[in-house]
């Protein structure tokens, strides 16, 4: 739902409320995990991901069954399993059968961060790869955050003799795609679309190379603020997501959005962890890099 900290904080007192009345398993379904973004320090903040992971041991969960993680890492952050499943069949499948001319299409990286999600779906369908690159771009770590990390002190004194080395400013080269794009289709991957003004972005800049139709292919479609209006005015023909974050209201609002069921594999997961069957169905063909 819309109103994720209520969300989570129901969940906690749920599963308090089971762990105190001596429930064995207690298993939280959750397919979007929120805070997954903030699973690094940036500027020394909180790792907010972490944070919740340990909530959500000591409210007395023992596994916990998830999609598409931002980082495959954060599963380190838990104390009891974590089984990340992966969207990425469904929206193959969407691909192969919704788009006629599939064949003439090019997987798109928006970011160098996002080339190895590209290159997976590009392996699968036999495709070709093209990423954006340059100043056009803002990555996680160049976020402003309003903060100052260490704070801004007048008159500030240096210890006699220590003269650390300087960190050099960061200069990102003028905006190329690698790859050609002319005459085909742009499919751009991702694994969450929440900001569209990135994606938007991109699609300007596929246009300008000569790709006729662009498609964005992304899990969990949060799609917050003025997403729908920025992409029925933008030259994105498509947007598919799955229905692991509810966008009903999005979709009236945007007829451009389009939705991929994702439930059975979810229900499959957890009948299987019911009956005590094995989950490595579920991850079959699935390598380490994906």
Same mark, same amino acid.
């Given at each position: 739902?819309?109103?994720?900290?209520?969300?989570?904080?129901?969940?906690?007192?749920?599963?308090?409320?089971?762990?105190?009345?001596?429930?064995?398993?207690?298993?939280?379904?959750?397919?979007?995990?929120?805070?997954?973004?903030?699973?690094?320090?940036?500027?020394?903040?909180?790792?907010?991901?972490?944070?919740?992971?340990?909530?959500?041991?000591?409210?007395?969960?023992?596994?916990?069954?998830?999609?598409?993680?931002?980082?495959?890492?954060?599963?380190?952050?838990?104390?009891?399993?974590?089984?990340?499943?992966?969207?990425?069949?469904?929206?193959?499948?969407?691909?192969?059968?919704?788009?006629?001319?599939? #064949?003439? =299409?090019? /997987? $798109?990286?928006?970011?160098? @961060?996002?080339?190895?999600?590209?290159?997976?779906? +590009? !392996?699968? *369908?036999?495709?070709?790869?093209?990423?954006?690159?340059?100043?056009?771009?803002?990555?996680?770590?160049?976020?402003?955050?309003?903060?100052?990390?260490?704070?801004?002190?007048?008159?500030?004194?240096?210890?006699?003799?220590?003269?650390?080395?300087?960190?050099?400013?960061?200069?990102?080269?003028?905006?190329?795609?690698?790859?050609?794009?002319?005459? #085909?289709? =742009?499919? /751009? $991957?991702?694994?969450?679309? @929440?900001?569209?003004?990135?994606?938007?972005?991109? +699609? !300007?800049? *596929?246009?300008?190379?000569?790709?006729?139709?662009?498609?964005?292919?992304?899990?969990?479609?949060?799609?917050?603020?003025?997403?729908?209006?920025?992409?029925?005015?933008?030259?994105?023909?498509?947007?598919?997501?799955?229905?692991?974050?509810?966008?009903?209201?999005?979709?009236?609002?945007?007829?451009?959005?389009?939705?991929?069921?994702?439930?059975?594999?979810?229900?499959?997961?957890?009948?299987?962890?019911?009956?005590?069957?094995?989950?490595?169905?579920?991850?079959?063909?699935?390598?380490?890099?994906?």
């Amino acid at each position: 739902p819309r109103d994720v900290n209520t969300a989570v904080m129901e969940l906690l007192i749920m599963a308090y409320a089971l762990k105190t009345s001596c429930a064995r398993n207690i298993i939280g379904v959750i397919p979007y995990f929120p805070y997954s973004k903030q699973s690094k320090m940036r500027k020394r903040g909180s790792i907010v991901c972490k944070l919740l992971a340990s909530m959500l041991a000591k409210a007395g969960l023992t596994h916990i069954i998830t999609m598409d993680l931002h980082q495959k890492e954060i599963q380190g952050f838990f104390s009891f399993p974590v089984d990340n499943l992966r969207a990425s069949p469904f929206l193959l499948q969407y691909i192969q059968e919704e788009i006629p001319d599939y #064949r003439n =299409a090019v /997987i $798109v990286a928006k970011s160098p @961060d996002a080339a190895k999600r590209a290159q997976s779906y +590009a !392996e699968r *369908l036999r495709l070709g790869l093209a990423v954006i690159h340059g100043e056009a771009q803002c990555t996680e770590q160049d976020m402003d955050d309003g903060r100052h990390s260490p704070p801004m002190v007048k008159n500030a004194t240096v210890h006699p003799g220590l003269e650390l080395p300087l960190m050099m400013a960061k200069e990102k080269p003028p905006i190329t795609v690698v790859g050609d794009v002319g005459g #085909r289709i =742009a499919i /751009i $991957v991702d694994d969450i679309i @929440d900001d569209v003004e990135s994606f938007v972005a991109a +699609a !300007e800049i *596929l246009k300008e190379r000569g790709a006729y139709k662009i498609f964005v292919m992304a899990t969990h479609g949060l799609l917050s603020a003025e997403a729908p209006r920025l992409i029925e005015e933008s030259s994105i023909d498509e947007v598919v997501v799955t229905n692991t974050v509810p966008h009903e209201v999005q979709k009236l609002q945007c007829p451009k959005i389009k939705t991929v069921d994702i439930s059975l594999i979810l229900s499959e997961a957890i009948r299987r962890i019911h009956n005590g069957e094995s989950m490595a169905y579920l991850f079959r063909n699935i390598t380490v890099d994906d």
